[in-house]
């Protein structure tokens, strides 16, 4: 069966990335609009990884097992030359690919080599006869723009984590099929040499009940004091957006964010931070979020149960004021 | 081993700002945008700067967009690059990272590279694609998200950053391109000799006949592609948005905390 759509599935240490099963909602209904629901693959690549295979069969979706010791561990060349194979006798019309550090890479690594088209950081796909239409987001989130690609050959779309909800597994299972692997282990370039973990020392934000976060907008690295004594008053911690931890003004513990602490308080004070992606994947789910921004327009409001258009600077003291009153 | 290192720069609309559409909904209004350095673009100069004076070479600072990207390149030469090189093709937008990747690659083709540096996103359009296109199209070993660079002989070692703080650490023969992350590096300031005497550098130009092509349309692509429009985002939040005096709100951000039962009184 050619045609329909083929995921690109995403693990590290055995676990599944959350981001693939969201790739599985995804590609429903682009297949179905290509006329046929179940044409659709997901492709594991690794070595000694049928188990999350098998697992991903139960999503019932045809598996394709790439299984070969040179991918053992991720590298942009040893995925490329592993599912180009694949691409060229399955012909999808869209490959899908999570926008994740690891998307980052491969994608468009695919899309160069085999001169394919792509589109990335998408919130929304959508196939409408010979073209595919994806919703994007530009300048921090203020501007939503649909493009749409017309080609004849596969494309590639990188999907934004946390764009679509995940789908659970469905009943019944799907074959894992192997599919044998053509690769020179010596024409992969990047050599791996270790998984690095950040260290944890200092407080451990992801137990926090209250975190007070500062971002760029506090302007200074004195400004943190005010920050500091507001969390204090109300029994939280100080947590951070990524360009503060950057700059040392805060440990990298602090950083609240993708490639840093994900965390679910029961409040999350957001000052002077303007709600990036990458900022919003960390704090998203916690329970009351209260934003402070001077912008309006800020990305941070989406998110936000409560949202003061205001200055950090000024309305911390004064509402520790209130609270002192 | 001195280095051959090329950077690729973009300017960007200073993205704190906000934005208009523009009326026939294919671009926003650019009449009174100012415009800087793409924020991962910053590190990626400096990462540049800094693996040439580590170990020796040049650093050439390229960039894809009209008249105005001058001052940003001027900047770059101040900070440390050697030569600057425009892709002049003007259109103010240029929403298509796979076209833009393309004539930035028959760019860096025409150039020595041992290193070719990108940020690893713009912050207008925020595609994390360029430099992983160029890489393909040029056959480059590549990285993304790189936190640290260490030149070691012929080969260079990396570490690539993944979700929750991890890295994965990888070494890859040069030529390689590599796609720098925020925080790789602490930029450095021009000094004000430097911007003087950057304000008088050339500036390279290359037009469509020197990367091969009759003219900007000729760019070989393998689909075509359009904007459908722009438009404000669906706002999908519904948060409480509190007016006021900075008094007033204080008293409700505070009647808010006691509401909730996070403080007390
Ligand atoms: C691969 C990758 C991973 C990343 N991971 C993370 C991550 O884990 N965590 C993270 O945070 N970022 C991360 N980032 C960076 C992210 O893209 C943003 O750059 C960052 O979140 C912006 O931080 P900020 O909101 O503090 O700064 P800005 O975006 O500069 O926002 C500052 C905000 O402050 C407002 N402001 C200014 N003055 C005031 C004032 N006086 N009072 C109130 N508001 C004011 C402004 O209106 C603006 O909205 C990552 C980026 C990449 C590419
Ligand atoms: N027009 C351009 N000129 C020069 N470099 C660019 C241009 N567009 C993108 N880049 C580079 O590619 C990186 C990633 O951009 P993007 O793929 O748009 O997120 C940027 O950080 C730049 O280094």
């Known amino acids: 069966m050619a045609g329909g759509v083929l995921i690109v599935a995403e693990h590290l240490e055995r676990r599944i990335a959350p981001s693939t099963l969201e790739l599985i909602a995804t590609a429903r209904p682009l297949s179905r609009a290509l006329g046929d629901e179940r044409n659709a693959r997901i492709a594991v690549l690794g070595h000694g990884v049928r188990e999350i295979a098998s697992h991903l069969a139960g999503y019932t979706l045809d598996v394709l097992l790439l299984d070969h010791p040179a991918l053992a561990e991720y590298t942009g060349d040893g995925y490329v030359q592993a599912l180009r194979g694949t691409v060229e006798s399955t012909k999808p019309r869209v490959i899908l690919v999570a926008h994740t550090s690891q998307g980052y890479d491969f994608a468009p690594a695919l899309a160069g080599t085999m001169d394919l088209p792509l589109v990335t950081n998408c919130l929304a796909v959508d196939l409408e006869g010979d073209r595919l239409v994806a919703t994007r987001r530009l300048l921090n989130e203020k501007v939503q723009a649909q493009v749409e690609i017309r080609s004849d050959r596969p494309i590639v779309v990188t999907m934004r984590p946390g764009a679509v909800k995940a789908m659970g597994p469905a009943r019944g299972m799907m074959t894992v099929t192997e599919v044998p692997v053509t690769l020179d282990p010596s024409s992969i370039r990047e050599t791996f040499v270790r998984l690095e973990r950040p260290q944890v020392q200092d407080i451990d934000l992801s137990t926090a009940d209250i975190i007070v976060s500062a971002g760029r907008g506090i302007q200074k690295k004195e400004n943190l004091a005010l920050v500091e004594e507001f969390a204090k008053a109300i029994g939280g911690v100080v947590g951070a957006s990524r360009p503060l931890t950057d700059m040392d003004w805060l440990p990298k513990t602090r950083q609240v964010g993708q490639s840093g602490k994900t965390v679910r308080p029961k409040l999350y004070v957001a000052c002077g931070i303007s709600g990036a992606m990458q900022h919003v994947a960390g704090m998203k789910d916690a329970g009351l979020i209260v934003a402070i921004n001077t912008d309006p327009t800020a990305p941070i409001f989406e998110v936000a149960h409560v949202g003061f258009i205001a200055d950090a600077l000024k309305l911390l003291p004064a509402t520790l004021k209130e609270l002192k009153a | ?265």
């Open chain 2, 1 to 265: 081993m001195p280095l051959n290192l090329v950077v690729c720069l973009k300017q960007i609309p200073n993205p704190d700002l906000q934005f208009q559409i523009a009326p026939d909904g294919k671009d926003i209004r650019r009449d009174a945008l100012n415009y800087k350095l793409n924020g991962a673009d910053e590190y990626a100069l400096e990462e540049a700067v800094r693996l040439k004076e580590k170990n020796g070479g040049r650093v050439v600072a390229v960039t894809l967009g009209p008249k105005r990207t001058e001052q940003m390149l001027r900047e770059a030469l101040a900070k440390g690059a050697d030569e600057a090189v425009r892709i002049a093709w003007d259109d103010p937008a240029a929403f298509d990272a796979g076209k833009n990747a393309r004539l930035l690659a028959a760019a860096v083709r025409t150039l020595p590279h041992d290193l070719v540096l990108t940020g690893v996103q713009s912050d207008d359009y925020v595609n994390s694609a360029t430099g992983g296109l160029v890489a393909g199209i040029l056959g480059l070993a590549h990285a993304s998200v790189v936190t640290r660079v260490a030149v070691q002989g012929s080969r260079v070692e990396v570490a690539c950053e993944l979700e929750g703080g991890l890295q994965r650490v990888y070494t890859l023969p040069l030529p390689a391109l590599l796609s720098i992350q925020f925080g790789a590096n602490t930029p450095r300031y021009a000094p004000l000799p430097a911007i003087m005497k950057a304000a008088r550098q050339p500036i390279k130009e290359l037009g469509p006949a020197a990367l091969g092509l009759s003219n900007w349309e000729a760019v070989p692509l393998p689909y075509a592609f359009g904007i459908r429009g722009l438009s404000p985002p669906t706002a999908k939040g519904h948060a409480e948005m509190i007016a006021g005096s900075v008094e007033e709100q204080a008293k409700r951000f505070a009647q808010v905390l006691r509401e909730k039962g996070f403080v007390r009184r």
